[in-house]
């Protein structure tokens, strides 16, 4: 993750003071570590990882702070089952939630609550395949019921949104 998107992620989790958040695709942590050094202290944190070994990187560094909860997962799952308070701010770093299922995921956010994604501009390791569902995703957002979404081609690829 790169320094800008990670200040941002610290920024926009400093607007939702006592909010409930969630990151979908804690990979080794580093979205999780910037959206808790904004968070305020009674602000809570959900990160989804389908990958335990991964996810265990993540733990071993930021579990003893008690804003945070990981939960191994896949966010499909995740998705079908979550009965938790609405949402103020969903960090997305997987396919579910941005890719597919996103109304599902917008659904869960409350009025004003905030929608972040990342890696939307081409990458090396991209597989030959994933350019279409970018493109795919950036083509439908404007039908999207109840989110007004800013797409950013800024560090990695930005999508800033807002529930309505």
Known sequence: ?????????????ASKPGGHLVELGTGVGAGAAWLLHGMHPDARLLS????????????????????????????????DTYE??????????????????????IDLLEPGGLYIVDDLLPQ??????????????????????NLRATPMRWTSGLLLGART
């Open 124 to 145: 090396t390791t991209w597989p030959p395949s994933h350019q279409h569902r970018v493109d795919t995703l950036l083509a439908h957002l404007p039908e999207v019921p």
């Open 84 to 105: 938790g308070p609405r949402l103020a701010l969903a960090y997305v770093d997987c396919r579910p939630g941005k890719f597919h299922r996103l109304q599902d995921l």
């Open 1 to 13: 993750m790169q320094i800008s998107t990670g200040s941002l992620l610290a920024t926009l989790a």
């Open 48 to 79: 989804i990882e389908a990958d335990e070994a991964v996810q265990a990187i993540a733990t071993k560094h930021l579990a003893a702070d008690p804003r945070v909860t990981f939960e191994t997962t896949d966010a499909d799952q995740w998705l």
